[in-house]
Every structure is written in C-alpha cells, then in structure tokens.
C-alpha cells in the first residue's frame, strides 16, 4: 500500500526528492513517516509528518537541509533532501501510522511500510 520511490546516486552536496504513494491509504489520517537504514546499522525515523499536515519532525541530523511534505491531492508525501552528505547513505523507507493527532517516533508504531529506495551519497 506505500510505494518509495526516487532514489538513486548523486554527488555530496546534492539533492534528491523521494516519494511515498500511499495507495488506498487515505493520507489524511495518517501520520507518514520516512525511516532510513545504513549497512549494519539501525533503522532510524529522518522525518514525519502528520495526518493533516500540520506538525513535522525532523531528526537532528537532517533538520534544515530535508523538507516534508504531503500533497493530498495526489496522496503522496515527499521528503526533498538537499546538502547531501555520505552519511546519508541508506535505503530509505516511508511508513504509515493511523493517527489523526500525533507523530509517532518509534519504528514499532508503524504499521504500513514501503519497500524502501536507496539513496547513495557518493563522489
């Protein structure tokens, strides 16, 4: 039901939009988040938004150089990523939570799960 997209190869310094169809989701009422994964490392929440787009969250280590956000005409969520560095590195998946209010922070709180997009940050 969510489908990434938009990864690929780009130069440090780069920028790079990924995308999640939440198809048959209706992302209004849907807190969405995007979570990335390195080799041998946890997965870790980057971004989120919530159901009515109101609130966002950024990790520290993305805060002013990712953007969130939701298009609910077209039921897809974009995170523009900009000022890439390696360590950016990852595959990197969106994820689906009902919740109206909040977002949640914790991988275990999402129930839909894309199949991830990777993204390689390399010269």
């Known amino acids: 039901q969510l489908q990434a997209s938009g990864g690929g190869l780009v130069q440090p310094g780069g920028s790079l939009t990924l995308s999640c169809a939440t198809q048959?989701?209706?992302?209004?009422?849907?807190?969405i988040a995007w979570f990335r994964q390195a080799p041998g490392k946890e997965r870790v929440m980057v971004s989120g938004?919530?159901?009515?787009?109101?609130?966002?969250y950024y990790a520290d280590s993305v805060k002013d150089r990712f953007t969130i956000s939701k298009n609910f005409a077209e039921n897809t969520v974009d995170l523009q990523m900009n000022s890439l560095k390696p360590e950016d590195t990852a595959v990197y998946y969106c994820?689906?939570?009902?919740?109206?209010?909040?977002?949640?922070?914790?991988?275990?709180?999402?129930?839909?799960w894309g199949q991830g997009t990777l993204v390689t940050v390399s010269s």
């Open positions: 994820a689906a939570r009902l919740n109206l209010f909040t977002i949640p922070l914790m991988s275990r709180e999402y129930d839909h």
């Open positions: 048959g989701l209706s992302s209004s009422i849907y807190a």
């Open positions: 938004i919530s159901a009515r787009g109101g609130q966002t």
